[in-house]
Every structure is written in structure tokens, then in C-alpha cells.
């Protein structure tokens, strides 16, 4: 998993490199001082010779000031290797959100999604930051250190045997009882942030029906969840250095004891036993940077398992088939299409779709709620992949289209309209890039735009909020309208997407549609009978299979669940 992970570092390999060579450089000056320090007391303090102390307090001084330039040198490429790495893993986990189709997204919740790509990046990231440091300083001072440790005394250095082994046991345990919790408190996290979102986005419904208090019940739960997590997994990581301290100052105590007996007998001096302590702290501290290494590395695992279930989550639509072809009408063909969203689902969503639509008709899709209308031409743009059976527009297999190229020649709007925040005009040209305001103004013509554009504070440069919240749900559709046409589209599809406009405009927009865009093909999929009895073709879906196709009269006449909705309709004063 590291060797995965660590691929997207790329170019700050070299930061990398750099700060370990400056941190070995460093730890060698700083090993270099006990034994200075050593010599200045057995030789210098002994003998009373002043020049001998100055001169070595100078050295001394000398290799603690370049200790100090690697360390801050070492300190920069570490923060721009781990930058740059959290950099590069957060654009390879939004270019692969990008490639996901819709049944990809399906297998996360949208809150854990930027749990992934907020959170868990910046654990990696800042494990970097500080743990490549600490990764290569440790195991230097460590060796080097222990080394250093033996040459002064190779008896006393016998200590270590046994402390050793003691301070891995410790720190074995906790690291391997750590891991789980970790998980479950980024778990806990992606709870919380999806309380948060879906309170933030329907705060009106929360409002509307005084719920303020259930939510705040709910966030209240879901934070003390991640407080209980959290305390569980950082309280035994805490233990780290409790088990540290217990080690070192054991090792201390026994090196004091055993040193001043040495030092009574004459079989070692007091600067031999001082330079020995400084490399036992030195010891020490290396291992507890170890022991920090490891609970680092173990929540970075925990957070690198999860980002990497989104880098190696199969795309389940690809573009192996597809070849140079390219939409030139927008005729469009089901050929027995059977859908489901899951594989070990037991029934089919479509089932035995058989369907022609001609280039240019103006084809209406009617049916009760749930009968899979809008999942029916998702099929069309390859939003959803067909289970079974073929898609076709213009005689070719949806498959052998570039998908680019494919969905830039279908036009969606989709159930569920959506503004960006920016002006008007910035979210009309997201349908094409490069418009001129001619074209603009004609695309909200043709969705009676142009109706209240001029209402508006700063007509096509006023500024959006959030999801469009300062224009009304009918501007809303027709802006969303008006964006598809400006794409100037093969095929347009219409997923109940003027439920909120008015009879007359919508009588408006379809005759414009029909006048100014006669050569697109015009899919209406609508709850209104109204919305589609001017079709060329009404396609009525009952349970996921088509139950009828013809003209409104001819369907009028003839079947039963259309007269249905006609008459329910007409009696409510729909039509």
C-alpha cells in the first residue's frame, strides 16, 4: 500500500532525498558533541587547561550551529515534499471522482468522499511532513549512538539489552491496538460532515417543519461518536510516551547505579559517564521518535486504505470499444435493454426495453413515479451503463463513442437543477465555453429567460449564491434549460425539468424548441400530460417496461393507464 501511495510523489522525491542527507549530516554533528564534551572534562577540567576548554567549546559550538542550518534545512524539503505529496494525492483522487460514473459514486457517501479528500490527504500529508525526519534521524542516532555507546563502556552499555526488548513489547502493543481505532474515528468523521451537509442543504425543510432540535440530537450524537473514538485512540497512543518515560528513566537509574559504581572502583571516569548519559538520552530520544514514526504510520495506513479505495475503485464505464465516430443526427435505438443498479439485485429496473426514436422527433416519456423514466435516459449519455442488450445513437453502439464526445452531443437537464455560484452569464456558458451574447440571448429566448432576465440586478452579471438560491425554482429550470441549448446539441433531453414553470411558458419554451431547434432530437420526460401530448411520440413506462408508445389521441383511445392520468389530471385542472 505505502509503495501505491508513495508513487504520487513524483517530483518532490528529490526534497526528499535532500532532507534525509541533511539530517544524517546533521545527527552525525550532534553525536560528535558528547565525545567532545567527554574529552574537554577527563582532559581539560582535569588538568585546569583553560585553552584546552575553550578551544573545544569552541568546536563544540561550532558543530551545534551546523546541527542547527541542517535541521532547518532538513525542516523545508521535509514541508515541501509532504505539500507537495498531499498536493498531488488530492488531484489524483478528484481526476479519478471525475472518471467515476454514476453507479461509482453509489458506492460512497458524498460526505466520505470529502472526508477522502480533505482529511485522510491531510494525515498522510502532514506523516510526511514530519516523519521523514524522524524516520531517518532516529534510526542514525540510534545505531551511531548506541555505537558511540559501547566504545565508552561496553559493560554499562549491557543495560540496553534489556531496555530494549522492554520498549518494543510496550510499543508493539499499543501500535497494533491503535490501527483499528483510527479507522473508526475517520469513519466517524465522514459521520459528522454528512449530518452537517444534509442539514446545511435542506436547512429550509429543517425550518419549515421546526426540526432544529432532532438535527442538533443527531449532530449531538454523531460528535460525541467521534469525541468517544477519538478519545479512545489518542488516550492509548498517549501511552506511547508513558512507556517511553518508564524506559528511560529505568535505564537512567540502573545506568547511574551501575556507572558510580564503576566510577568508586576507578574502572571509569566522570566524563565518560557524562558523555555516556548524553548518548543514552540520545538513545532514547531516537527510540521515542520511532515509537512516534509508528503511530504515525499507523493512522497514515488507516487514512491511505481509504484514499485508495477511490484510486482503485474499477470505473465501470470505459472507453476500451470506442473508436472516431462522431453524432451527426441523433437518431437514437433501445435494443432489449435490461438495467440494474446492483449485480446481485433480483429484479431488473428496465426490463426488455425496445424503443426506436428518429432524429428530430419530439418524443414524451409519461409513467407513474418509479417507473425508471429518468434512469432510462441516463442509458442514452452513458451515465449508467445497460445490464443487458444495446444503446444506440445513429446505428452505433453507445460504446464505440469517445464519452466526451458522447455526452458533449446529448444535452441533460437533469430532476435536480443545479447553479453555481458565479454570474448568470458564467453559468449559462457552461454549456459553451466561448458563446458570444448573441448566442446567449437566443438560447433564453428559446427558454423564456428573457422573461426575467432583465428583473434581476445586474441582468446577466448578477451574481449567483450558492446553488442559485436568489432565483426562483421556475428561473432556476429555465436557466438550466437555456445552458443545454446553448451546447447546440444532437439530442436534448428534458427530465421533468419545467415542474416548476408555469402552463403558458411551458407551452412557450416546447414551441420554441420546435421552431428554432427543428434537426434535435427532443426527449420530454414529464408528470404533466400537457408537458407531452404535442409529441411526435409518447412513450408510457410502467414498472421499468414500456407499456404503450403512440400519438396522445391514438394512446387517448386506446390504453388504459394514459386515460388514467388524462382524466386524474383533467379533474385536478391540470390540463
Same mark, same amino acid.
Given at each position: 500500500m505505502l509503495k501505491e501511495l508513495f508513487s504520487y510523489m513524483k517530483q518532490y522525491k528529490k526534497y526528499a532525498w535532500i532532507s534525509l542527507v541533511c539530517i544524517a549530516v546533521e545527527c552525525i554533528f550532534e553525536l560528535v558533541i558528547p565525545l567532545i564534551m567527554a574529552d574537554m572534562v577527563d582532559v581539560g577540567i582535569a588538568n585546569g587547561d583553560q585553552d584546552y576548554i575553550l578551544h573545544k567549546g569552541l568546536v563544540m559550538i561550532g558543530c551545534a550551529g551546523l546541527a542547527l542550518v541542517l535541521g532547518i534545512c532538513s525542516a523545508r524539503f521535509c514541508a515541501l515534499c509532504g505539500q507537495g505529496f498531499g498536493a498531488n494525492l488530492r488531484e489524483a483522487e478528484y481526476r479519478k471522482l471525475q472518471s467515476y460514473s454514476f453507479s461509482n459514486i453509489?458506492?460512497?457517501q458524498v460526505s466520505s468522499l470529502v472526508t477522502r479528500l480533505t482529511s485522510d490527504v491531510t494525515v498522510i500529508q502532514n506523516s510526511v511532513s514530519t516523519g521523514i525526519r524522524l524516520l531517518c534521524r532516529a534510526p542514525v542516532m540510534l545505531f551511531m549512538a548506541t555505537g558511540s555507546a559501547f566504545v565508552i563502556n561496553a559493560r554499562l552499555a549491557l543495560v540496553f539489552l534489556v531496555a530494549l526488548p522492554v520498549l518494543g513489547f510496550l510499543l508493539f502493543e499499543i501500535v497494533s491496538h491503535v490501527g483499528p481505532l483510527?479507522?473508526?474515528?475517520?469513519?466517524g468523521i465522514d459521520r459528522v460532515n454528512r449530518i452537517v451537509q444534509e442539514n446545511l442543504t435542506a436547512v429550509r425543510v429543517v425550518r419549515?417543519?421546526?426540526?432544529?432540535?432532532?438535527?442538533?440530537?443527531?449532530?449531538?450524537?454523531?460528535?460525541?461518536?467521534?469525541?468517544?473514538?477519538?478519545?479512545?485512540?489518542?488516550?492509548?497512543s498517549s501511552m506511547n510516551m508513558a512507556a517511553m518515560q518508564f524506559v528511560m528513566y529505568g535505564t537512567i537509574l540502573a545506568i547511574l547505579w551501575f556507572g558510580g559504581s564503576s566510577i568508586r572502583t576507578g574502572t571509569m571516569q566522570v566524563g565518560e559517564l557524562t558523555g555516556f548519559l548524553s548518548y543514552v538520552?540520545?538513545?532514547?530520544?531516537?527510540?521515542?521518535?520511532?515509537?512516534?514514526?509508528?503511530?504515525?504510520l499507523t493512522r497514515s495506513m488507516a487514512s491511505g486504505t481509504r484514499i485508495l479505495e477511490v484510486l482503485n475503485e474499477k470505473v465501470e464505464i470505459t472507453e476500451e470499444k470506442a473508436r472516431p465516430v462522431s453524432v451527426k443526427k441523433g437518431a437514437i435505438r433501445f435494443d432489449h435493454v435490461f438495467f440494474q443498479y446492483s449485480k446481485n439485485a433480483e429484479e431488473y429496473v428496465l426490463s426488455d426495453i425496445c424503443l426506436n426514436l428518429e432524429a428530430g422527433q419530439?418524443?414524451?416519456?409519461?409513467?407513474?413515479?418509479?417507473a425508471a423514466k429518468s434512469t432510462l435516459v441516463q442509458l442514452i449519455p452513458r451515465l449508467y451503463e445497460a445490464t443487458k442488450g444495446c444503446v444506440y445513437v445513429d446505428d452505433v453502439p453507445v460504446q464505440e463513442y469517445p464519452l466526451e464526445h458522447l455526452r458533449d452531443a446529448i444535452a441533460m437537464v437533469l430532476q435536480k437543477n443545479t447553479l453555481f455560484s458565479g454570474t448568470v452569464r458564467d453559468n449559462l456558458r457552461w454549456g459553451k465555453e466561448d458563446a458570444t451574447q448573441e448566442e446567449i440571448d437566443e438560447a433564453c429566448r428559446i427558454a423564456c429567460v428573457d422573461e426575467f432576465i432583465d428583473r434581476l440586478d445586474n441582468g446577466y452579471d448578477t451574481e449567483l449564491g450558492q446553488g442559485g438560491v436568489n432565483v426562483s425554482g421556475g428561473q432556476k429550470q429555465r436557466l438550466c434549460i437555456a445552458r443545454a441549448i446553448l451546447k447546440q446539441p444532437k439530442v436534448l433531453i428534458l427530465d421533468d425539468s419545467t *415542474?416548476? $414553470?408555469?402552463? /403558458?411558458?411551458?407551452?412557450? +419554451?416546447?414551441e420554441g424548441l420546435k421552431a428554432k431547434l427543428p434537426e434535435m432530437t427532443k426527449i420530454?420526460?414529464?408528470?404533466?400530460? *400537457?408537458? $407531452?401530448?404535442? /409529441?411526435?411520440?409518447?412513450? +408510457?413506462?410502467?414498472?421499468?417496461?414500456?407499456n404503450a408508445v403512440g400519438t396522445h389521441e391514438q394512446l387517448l383511445a386506446e390504453n388504459r393507464i394514459y386515460q388514467e392520468i388524462y382524466h386524474s389530471q383533467q379533474e385536478g385542472g391540470a390540463l
Open positions: 453509489d458506492h460512497f483510527y479507522t473508526k474515528m475517520q469513519t419549515s417543519y421546526v426540526r432544529e432540535n432532532y438535527e442538533q440530537a443527531k449532530f449531538d450524537d454523531a460528535n460525541l461518536a467521534l469525541r468517544t473514538e477519538s478519545e479512545k485512540a489518542f488516550g492509548l538520552l540520545q538513545i532514547l530520544n531516537s527510540l521515542m521518535m520511532l515509537s512516534n514514526v509508528f503511530m504515525m419530439t418524443i414524451g416519456i409519461i409513467g407513474q413515479t418509479g *415542474s416548476a $414553470v408555469d402552463t /403558458a411558458t411551458e407551452a412557450k +419554451i416546447r420530454i420526460i414529464a408528470q404533466r400530460i *400537457s408537458s $407531452v401530448r404535442s /409529441a411526435d411520440q409518447i412513450v +408510457i413506462l410502467d414498472d421499468g417496461k414500456i
